[in-house]
């Protein structure tokens, strides 16, 4: 009636489940995309949305989702993340209410735990914020440097050598594409789970450099996976390769820190109103 105003929907934990569940349901549904998961480029998403963080000027982060605009969804770091941004395309028109920035990370939650991850705690809070919001270039990690990079980048957003050394195990899942990056191939043969794969293949496998007329990185002797220079910076770097010595030995110490350290991630920047996180529980 005139002169009343609309009531404002107010989102519960039950809503959110309904996305995360969705989500869930079109991972299986689009099995037929790169190793058979949408999930590996949804978590890359959701890094590269929130990696852009700065701890000094509080700017970046996975508050505002502005990957939506050019300039940042031209940075070469984010070279193929469309197929993720338009995957969650049809989540968002069914789901109008949510942000993108909190459906980005969410998604990301729900691959991480759909590929046989830890339970990454989420709460919602994130807001779409304008492109005078979007970071300059050079903000995430570039594949081609080393451990004095990785310092550099990562320490911007806060993070010190054991939280790296974590985040990094990601790699276990999906691959390069020489369309995107330039970079070739998955890091480990199982690509849509999470294991501690990526870190006993480091110190388990002689890597050498492969010859190609791609960009610099590394292959085992299979010929099958690959390794970026970045990636080996971890081994040839001893403070690092500490880290990639426990994890490789120990699944359970990988995935209690990277829970640990993902939460973290996702949650750089975000002024939250709400205190509590939220589980959600896997769909099988
Ligand atoms: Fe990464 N990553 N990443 N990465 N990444 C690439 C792909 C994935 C670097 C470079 C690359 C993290 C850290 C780093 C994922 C998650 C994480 C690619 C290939 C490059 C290059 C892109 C392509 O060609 O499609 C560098 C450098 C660093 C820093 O050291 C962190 C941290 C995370 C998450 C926590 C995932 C997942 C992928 C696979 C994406 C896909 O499409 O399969």
Redesign the pocket.
Known sequence: AAGIPAKEFVPTQEDYVKIYNEVAKRLVEFDEY??GSY??????L??HAS?TYDVETKTGGSNGATMRFQPESDHG?N???K??RDFLEPVKEKFPWVSYSDLWILSGVCALQQMGGPVIPWRPGRSDRDISACTPDGR??????EHKH?RA??GRMGFNDQE?VA?????A????????????G?WTFS?TMLTNDYYKLLVGEKWNWKKWNGPAQYEDKTKALMM????M??VKDREFKKWVDKYAKDQDAFFKD?SD??VK?FELGVPFKQEEKWVFKVVE
């Open positions: 790169d190793d999930g590996p480029v949804l978590v890359r959701a890094w990696g770091a070279a193929g993340l197929a993720a995430l990690p570039d594949a081609t440097k990785l980048i990562f790296i985040l990094s195990g990601a790699h899942l999906g691959r390069c594409h020489t369309d995107r990056s330039g970079f070739d998955p690509p970026l220079p970045t990636d910076a971890l990277f350290v993902v991630l």
